[in-house]
């Protein structure tokens, strides 16, 4: 029977409905050799013109990166594609939605996202939640996933040598992005957002308003306590490598530093106090039992600028929770006889050396 379709339907059903996933510039380049050709007057024509240029074996799955290959895409591309199709369906233990859609059998329900995160978890040894499962205490678990994620760490970076498709499977590269079709500058901005592997938002985000922000809150707290147990050289190393970063220290401060060691050469900077729980507080210039604290507008949220409800961008927090948390680490200060000045970035740099004067004054008394 006579087909009634065109030469171009016929073409493109071959390429698009029968040989499928032709990377788009040899798709591009087969579709100009077929409409050229005096044999492709069928879809089963064109087929086997394209099988015999280019696709030898098409016995090859999508599993196979090879396959890929012989549609057109680029080692980088089939690696991905190949992947891609190992995982379509597919729900591993390793994923929060396989233990969502079970049910918990110490509740008789269905697995909070909570708990499907520590099932998933306890199966990595580079997970703290695996080593808690063999009955091994927070620290010791936390040593011991550190420990092993250190040593696979050591393991990969040997392995990355040999390995051409190592950064198109990590979304910290932007070849992951790149071979899935993003330009550059996306990929470079995806990269970044993928950073970002821990927050108050994604948190929420992943697991609602109120769950969300106890498992934020609960994990402040582990890494407080864990900065804590430290021993007090690492914690200090840790305050100093803070400084030489500039994470946490401003140019303004270091003036008023610098002009108070001119008076008080022995003043400390960084100076740490302990509470009853072991929760330390860092305060930025001690001089005796005098400490002045030099607040960042933006980071401290100044009550002169900022009302109660305004959310930190950077932080997550609002106004009101941050100046309880700095009224609390002030109180403690107190509480163990030290006199405590708060200096604010807005005062110092509308006058200078009035507040120098008055940091230097404060000291004296």
């Not at 798709?27 to 240029?53: H, N, Q, W």
């Not at 997970?127 to 050591?154: F, H, V």
């Not at 079709?181 to 938002?201: I, R, T, W």
Request: aromatic share 10%.
């Amino acid at each position: 029977m006579a087909s009634n379709l065109s030469k171009q339907e016929i073409v493109n059903n071959a390429l698009d409905k029968k040989i499928k996933n032709l990377a788009p510039a040899l798709r591009e380049r087969m579709f100009g050799i077929l409409m050229a050709s005096p044999e492709a007057t069928s879809i089963a024509a064109c087929m086997d013109i394209v099988y015999k240029s280019h696709i030898q074996n098409d016995r090859l799955g999508k599993k196979s990166r090879q396959y890929w290959i012989n549609r057109g895409w680029t080692s980088d591309q089939a690696y991905v594609k190949a992947k891609d199709n190992e995982q379509t369906n597919c729900k591993s233990v390793y994923s929060q939605s396989y233990w969502l859609e079970k049910t918990n059998p110490a509740t008789g329900n269905n697995y909070t996202a909570e708990e499907a995160d520590f099932e998933r978890n306890s199966r990595r040894p580079i997970r703290k939640e695996y080593w808690i499962k063999l009955g091994y205490s927070d620290n010791e678990a936390l040593e011991l996933a550190k420990t092993t994620k250190d040593k696979n760490n050591k393991k990969g970076a040997k392995a990355a040598g040999k390995s051409v498709f190592r950064r198109v499977t990590s979304k910290r590269c932007a070849e992951y992005f790149i071979a899935r079709g993003h330009s550059p500058e996306e990929a470079a901005g995806l990269v970044s957002e993928n950073q970002k592997f821990f927050s108050k938002d994604i948190c929420i985000k992943k697991y609602g308003e109120e769950e969300g922000t106890k498992i934020w809150q609960k994990r402040q707290e582990q890494w407080q306590a864990n900065l804590n147990a430290k021993p007090d050289d690492e914690k200090a190393r840790i305050n100093r490598l803070k400084l030489t970063k500039g994470i946490t220290v401003s140019k303004s401060e270091k003036i008023i530093l610098d002009e108070i060691r001119q008076i008080f050469p022995d003043a400390v900077h960084q100076f740490t106090l302990h509470d009853s729980n072991k929760k330390q507080y860092i305060y930025d210039i001690m001089v005796n039992n005098k400490i002045i604290e030099y607040n960042g507008d933006f980071w401290h949220l100044n009550p002169s600028i900022y009302s109660p409800n305004f959310v930190n961008s950077r932080t997550k927090l609002k106004a009101v929770d941050k100046w309880v948390i700095d009224s609390v680490k002030l109180q403690h200060a107190q509480d163990l006889g030290y006199d405590v000045l708060v200096i604010w970035e807005s005062d110092f740099k509308k006058r200078p050396q009035e507040i120098i004067q008055k940091c230097i004054q404060f000291l004296i008394q």
